[in-house]
């Protein structure tokens, strides 16, 4: 039976295998018991889009790869990150999604964003494509922050969604920086960069016109990426605390990694155990029905999440917030301060109002970020 396909009588009796425990469940912020409320965590659980390898789509750059099987799972890992900043900011993290019922427009033009073709803007094509930009050819695995930094090109270009998205470097959150970035009062660059539409002609499945007036608006809703190491060859014990308590925040998008060359897509954890989406497994591309509806089903992990020890996880990772208003910003920066007074929860990263003076910055020296100060004989891109 394919995991795709799994009925839900068939989940809820595989369920079981998920561990009774008096430890509460996180999921991306939200607070679950596995006593009371699993029906509540499996539902969570599959209401996240779920990308994974796909075979038949057509071809990366006409001529390149029509699967991205045994190269893609960072790529498809970054996918779900951002899919899930999506769908807060277009959805909200209260949406659910219920298998069988036709959803909100909203979730198929969120969805169409990331489907195997060309014109997707975060398709597989436009992120493998974009990472040539940044050393990585067709084809080639992707780390934790090479991925992020494609992301955030790419996102110049969905007007719809008009994300301010900031990739913090050197394990600093600079709040100065994202406040300009995000008070921004002005179209975001796609708008720009996209030629303009006829009203009745859709780009990417939205209307060119949706979300003007939200695009002058005072605050870009965010996307905050923060790329960091957290050990030389395995996690330091001291940031396992820190860690959990990202998960435990309203405005946690979760976080990428995994292990070497197998990333994962972590959005939450029990105990002493991450619980993630996998990517490896390969689907059928999709393509949209008779009726010009896309099939979904299978763009949800309907089967209990995969689990692992979190000692297991490798140190290059990237966590990933959502902050859809200023004070959701505010907030944010008030729980990273009161974490840093957590007794056993070593920083992950730093946060600061304004940015050092030593700090150089990557634009003007045209490095790869994460290259700066890199030990050469440790892979940063290790997926």
């Given at each position: 039976l394919s995991l795709a396909t799994l009925t839900y009588d068939t989940l809820r009796f595989e369920y079981e295998d998920f561990p009774e425990t008096k430890e509460p469940v996180w999921i991306l912020g939200r607070k679950y018991s596995v006593f009371t409320e699993k029906e509540e965590i499996l539902l969570d659980v599959t209401s996240r889009l779920w990308f994974t390898y796909r075979k038949n789509f057509p071809a990366i750059g006409g001529t390149g790869p029509t699967s991205d099987t045994g190269w893609g799972c960072m790529l498809r890992c970054g996918q779900m990150i951002f899919a899930q900043a999506l769908v807060c900011r277009h959805l909200g993290r209260d949406w659910r999604w219920i298998k069988g019922k036709r959803q909100m427009d909203n979730y198929y033009n969120v969805l169409n964003a990331f489907i195997d073709k060309k014109d997707s803007y975060y398709s597989i094509h436009q992120i493998a494509q974009m990472g040539v930009g940044e050393g990585k050819s067709i084809g080639q695995w992707y780390g934790p922050n090479t991925v992020a930094q494609v992301l955030k090109k790419l996102a110049t270009f969905d007007t719809w969604s008009s994300l301010a998205v900031h990739i913090a470097m050197d394990n600093t959150v600079v709040m100065e920086e994202i406040r300009r970035l995000c008070q921004s009062n002005v179209p975001c660059a796609g708008a720009a960069a996209c030629p303009a539409l006829e009203p009745d002609v859709l780009y990417n499945g939205c209307p060119e016109d949706v979300g003007l007036r939200e695009r002058l608006t005072l605050w870009k809703p965010l996307v905050l990426l923060i790329p960091l190491r957290l050990g030389l060859t395995e996690i330091n014990e001291a940031y396992i605390e820190t860690l959990k308590h990202c998960f435990m925040m309203p405005q946690s998008l979760g976080v990428i990694g995994g292990k070497p060359n197998s990333a994962h897509y972590f959005i939450g954890y029990v105990?002493?155990?991450?619980?993630?989406?996998?990517?490896?497994?390969?689907?059928?591309?999709?393509?949209?029905?008779?009726?010009?509806?896309?099939?979904?089903?299978?763009?949800?992990?309907?089967?209990?999440?995969?689990?692992?020890?979190?000692?297991?996880?490798?140190?290059?990772?990237?966590?990933?917030?959502?902050?859809?208003?200023?004070?959701?910003?505010?907030?944010?920066?008030?729980?990273?301060?009161?974490?840093?007074?957590?007794?056993?929860?070593?920083?992950?990263?730093?946060?600061?109002?304004?940015?050092?003076?030593?700090?150089?910055?990557?634009d003007v020296l045209n490095l790869t970020p994460g290259e700066r100060f890199a030990d050469p004989t440790v892979s940063q891109e290790d997926f």
């Open positions: 105990g002493e155990e991450l619980i993630y989406l996998d990517p490896h497994t390969t689907q059928p591309a999709v393509e949209p029905g008779d009726s010009g509806c896309l099939p979904d089903e299978s763009f949800h992990c309907q089967h209990p999440p995969c689990r692992m020890s979190i000692a297991e996880l490798d140190p290059s990772i990237a966590v990933g917030f959502f902050c859809n208003t200023e004070a959701d910003f505010n907030d944010w920066c008030q729980q990273i301060k009161k974490l840093s007074l957590v007794r056993g929860a070593l920083p992950m990263f730093e946060l600061v109002e304004r940015q050092p003076s030593h700090f150089s910055n990557p």
